[in-house]
């Protein structure tokens, strides 16, 4: 019996658009779904890129004016994977066009944007999703599964941080393609919009929501020459981000994002300790889980490096065999499959815009208490 | 312009086959490929899991004899991915019929099928290759160019092994989808001819030819149920194999395969001491190498945990950025973008069917040895 | 040629008093001193446990009036290794007495205790000493030498961290022995003088001074029975204390210290992030340097793993031969070697009790705002 | 009660002579002992060597004649810490003193030399111990514990190897103080006596006799300049060796030393895998045991790495507290506490001088392969 098809058009061709292309052309050969996935167009701003990456990808057509892939009939799923100052305008009239949408993460620059968002899709009443693809690495859900169950007991302490250092060079250049994450008009924020959020949604997700924070941010490189401008211009994004928070539910947290910490590539790291276990997972190594386990025999208690590839760990039994890992796309196709299921089951996958505006209300918060050197409390 | 197609049909339809059909799907979206490979057919013994994997995977058609495969005139490349005892029957047959050949490792159940497989595809003159995928792990190519280029000096020490622990269970049958492997007839061997032959053919590769080994095997479980039969019958595969080899350079090897060592699912590590350098890798953490340079400043020597995941690291341009892991599956994409450019060259890419006899050489060798109790010399 | 004897009165017997005992018999063995350390006498509360205590260690006598110890001609340094609340007025009157003093540290409960001993040391001109030992790690030495040669440039982030576990369960007592540290008329505060005062110290002397802090203190357990009295009464000691700060060079700073994190024994760790390279350590694998590189070459670069345990690392020469790795204690006995040979030199060894005191004004900082839920200034 | 005195004279004053030393130093401080070591006399070649090292290290007298030491009445226990080419000769003159005898490993310099040194042992009836201390490290007492309950099962495989680099340099010469290792005449063997010995002690002691054995040497420097001659000559040691055995329980061994394994320095390490689970340790990071249970919760098996610090680890108790790691040098303290508390209960501490003539056995076993290039039985 022929699939439902869900044809896609996927909103931006960089390294966002290649992931979730991947995405969805590799869900259904590895997850039994009732829909079948079909890259109906892509556009890009270039019609000769578009046009480019859609023969790469085997997208069927390719655009270069994003309303007119909304405007087609022909399209069930508008898929944003643009910079962050168009989040909000696409979305919005995809939602209004009565589309599905999924958008690229953070959901907007702020939440004032966020909000208009959420209101959009949720008068349409169409699915919709945030790509915080972190949630769907297998030993992050298997954590998941593992708090749920409360083999952790109370949590005491939250710990996360994502550390890069790609722009410690004052020669990289603010604003352009492949450096748009540091113009802060573009962004919206620097490495709080960007990493931080990545923390912030796992660890709501994880832990439950945050009540207040103080945090600190930091430019350390004042002045970059704009990619497009070519005009030396004050750096208004944040290069590096802290903050202490307390959880509702009793826990302190304590996160950091940085673009400046030399060694690290993408190291996203996350530490939960409770009463009864602990748990650590880093993305260097992101088919690992760390387990701590207080309940084994004394003598033998120590930190269990699990080897997430078994059948029985989350999404697994869909990949290979014991032993043999999986990377950093799988968490997209995760997702791209998760998120058809739910159109199955007409229950919308997590994150939808309305978890991931949780989100924003945290780093908000974050950013003012940056600036008015106090804890402020999170809204919603 | 439009690229020449590359027709493919693969016989089998397990996990092999999996692993195949996605090479040839992911291949061309990451690498630029003067060639489309279009899965045209896949061949399984039940026409309806045939129709099914087909279906799932894309292909065109499905086939339930391969030999119609290779009569098709509209096949230019057959993808053997079947088990031990069937590899040399369809790679003679497909080389006779002027096909191109990759065949899954080991390339036969013996050197003597080896030979009559390598002598059929050279007399052909067809392009051939066998998947011997770890070669194609970004590490280990850069391991090998590191060697290459002189980096390790002088090398004493070449140390491999790969640990699994699957078939510890007295249950675990003999014969039957999923534990052919543990059938004698079918494989040919047990861990050497599986496992073994993964170590020897990197080691080949990387440090040169075996001269003589001495070795021992071990089957623990004496007698298992045949799944295909039902009776309990002996087991006559080797459930581990070891082996001490000197190189023709001079360097010394030990080597062992097991699927006895609780605790590892698909341990397979190497590691090599030269003179000036050392290099460790081990399959569980695959896009990690492991490197300590002599030539570092003497208080600050230490093994360097190399995350390989950069732009400058062997294949990983094609895939994301920095800190963002790949998998498994991704050395069978590597491996089926090389088949396709070396076909661009005119330059058959290794391991060839002749490559690939040189590993067969060894494990016969390993088994002669652990028969005789003495010293063999390695053929070839 | 007989040595000049540096005669040591010792004052507490607990796991401290070992320690010290341990290192002053130590440090002669290994270290060519121009001083002969000679345990004089050990004073403890209880006149039989300071016998049992002076047995065991070889002291010459034992006291149970601290003051007789101070009277006594024949002792040229005070060690005092008793509870906090004792430090200042021992260590001022042995000051007062004209004595050498070493003091366990935190130096005082608070920055106004410290003041006054400061005061008294410096007035009496007497060399002193606060036992910081993780100053004298290998790695932690070998660190400091790094940032002071450049080998960081510029840094940019400065993290530590002291987890452990030990009073998660509500069981634990306040006060008495071995839990002192639970009540805070003996101990001054809980974990920020008792564990983050360690990473204060380590931060101040390889990054410099701390300008301000925002921080946030946690008791979990709110009552706890208390060991001497038998009453259940209010907690008043910090079980998690943390802090965002920013240091005078322009780095930022996270710190955390708790006794709430599951699966952590003693675990300090500290990295620092530059422009050129990073470190980072940990107390459970205190024999280990990790060190990454900018400068190495770009496909190679990685976090080293240095053994510490080489003739060229600091300390090293003095013990065994590469590979062969030392504990704990032995930073104790640098430390005492240390003090030594500053007397030889008529140099006083680092930390003194005016560096200690520039934790404490840290310390205080942090737990005003604390309270205050401000930024606060540091003193000094 | 004044404690019974044991009256040591230590034969050798080198690396070894150090580490007995202190070992009977500093037992009586953290171990409840029924004797107290004292320290009577040392012995070195050099009366004036001796006298510093007496001096030094708190010996009442020195002596450069050891066969005055054995005549001394003074004297209980002659530990014997020089070349192997003494061992013999000393040992033997000991027993038939009557004086009990400790002697640092290898036994002899072969089996018949070690034959002859229990014999006389056993002929006197004298306490009798060979300092094979990695027994002691408290992670491999554990190990020893965990195999003994049954806690691992059946044991299928047996894996250790030993590997340093301080002789790849040919500019090292043979012979002398610091390099008599490498001259054949003194050692005996190279690192088959000096580094296998260690690994076959602990695997016998751990997983039973070993019948058979195939192995292989190598000596990649084959001239060397003497130390003491200045002549250049044949090194007649084995730079390398390596062997494969089957153990009496029907477990398969693979054994390896060497000193030309760039990057490691001292790196004894051993895996052992049972049915039920499996065991890791690894000399660079001696305080810690990795264990593989495979009756964890499956989706929650790992390795754990147990940091070996808690007081229910072996010998923990009686250092500091958890987290807090020891060294390599406590394991001989652990073995002198042994021996004297095998003293007070009248029963031997193992390895005895016939416990450690098994691993003599295995080592001629070993070198006799791989002259013969055969399988050789193991003698006894």
């Given at each position: 019996m022929a699939k439902k098809k869900l044809n896609i058009g996927i909103i931006g061709g960089g390294f966002m658009g290649r992931t979730h292309s991947n995405a969805f052309r590799q869900a259904p050969e590895f997850f039994a779904l009732d829909?079948?996935?079909?890259?109906?167009?892509?556009?890009?701003?270039?019609?000769e890129g578009a046009a480019k990456f859609a023969a790469n990808w085997g997208f069927e057509s390719s655009e270069s004016d994003w309303r007119k892939v909304i405007e087609r009939k022909d399209?069930?799923?508008?898929?944003?994977?643009?910079?962050?100052?168009?989040?909000?305008?696409?979305a919005v009239a995809a939602a209004q066009a009565g589309k599905m949408v999924m958008c690229e993460k953070p959901l907007g620059r702020n939440a004032a944007e966020a909000e208009r968002m959420v209101a959009a899709v949720e008068a349409a009443k169409v699915p919709n999703m945030v790509w915080y693809n972190y949630r769907r690495v297998p030993a992050v859900?298997?954590?998941?599964?593992?708090?749920?169950e409360g083999r952790l007991g109370k949590i005491f302490h939250y710990r996360a941080k994502f550390l890069q250092d790609w722009t410690?060079?004052?020669?990289?250049?603010?604003?352009?393609?492949?450096?748009?994450?540091?113009?802060?008009?573009?962004?919206?924020?620097?490495?709080?919009?960007?990493?931080?959020?990545?923390?912030?949604?796992?660890?709501?997700?994880?832990?439950?929501?945050?009540?207040?924070?103080?945090?600190a941010t930091e430019t350390f490189v004042k002045q970059r020459k704009h990619a497009t401008t070519g005009q030396v211009a004050d750096v208004k994004i944040d290069d590096a981000s802290m903050f202490l928070s307390r959880f509702k539910n009793g826990s302190?947290?304590?996160?950091?994002?940085?673009?400046?910490?030399?060694?690290?590539?993408?190291?996203?790291?996350?530490?939960?300790?409770?009463?009864?276990?602990s748990i650590?997972?880093?993305?260097?190594?992101?088919?690992?889980?760390?387990?701590?386990?207080?309940?084994?025999?004394?003598?033998?208690?120590?930190?269990r490096s699990i080897h997430i590839t078994d059948g029985d760990h989350p999404y697994m039994s869909h990949w290979w065999v014991p032993g043999l890992q999986i990377g950093y796309e799988h968490t997209f196709v995760h997702q791209a499959a998760d998120f058809i299921e739910g159109l199955s089951k007409g229950q919308a996958a997590a994150p939808t815009f309305r978890d991931a505006l949780a989100t924003e209300y945290v780093t908000d918060a974050v950013l003012k208490s940056a600036a008015s050197k106090q804890w402020e409390v999170v809204k919603g």
């Open positions: 829909y079948q996935p079909v890259l109906k167009t892509v556009c890009t701003r270039s019609a399209i069930d799923l508008i898929d944003i994977a643009t910079p962050n100052d168009t989040h909000e305008t696409i859900t298997l954590a998941k599964k593992l708090i749920d410690i060079s004052a020669d990289v250049p603010q604003g352009g393609t492949g450096t748009w994450r540091l113009d802060a008009s573009v962004a919206g924020s620097g490495v709080t919009g960007d990493l931080l959020a990545h923390c912030i949604d796992t660890a709501l997700w994880l832990n439950g929501g945050i009540e207040t924070v103080t945090g302190l947290g304590m996160f950091e994002a940085t673009r400046y910490a030399r060694g690290h590539k993408a190291l996203y790291t996350l530490e939960i300790n409770g009463e009864k276990a650590f997972w880093d993305l260097h190594d992101l088919h690992r889980l760390q387990w701590f386990d207080h309940g084994d025999e004394g003598r033998l208690r120590g930190w």
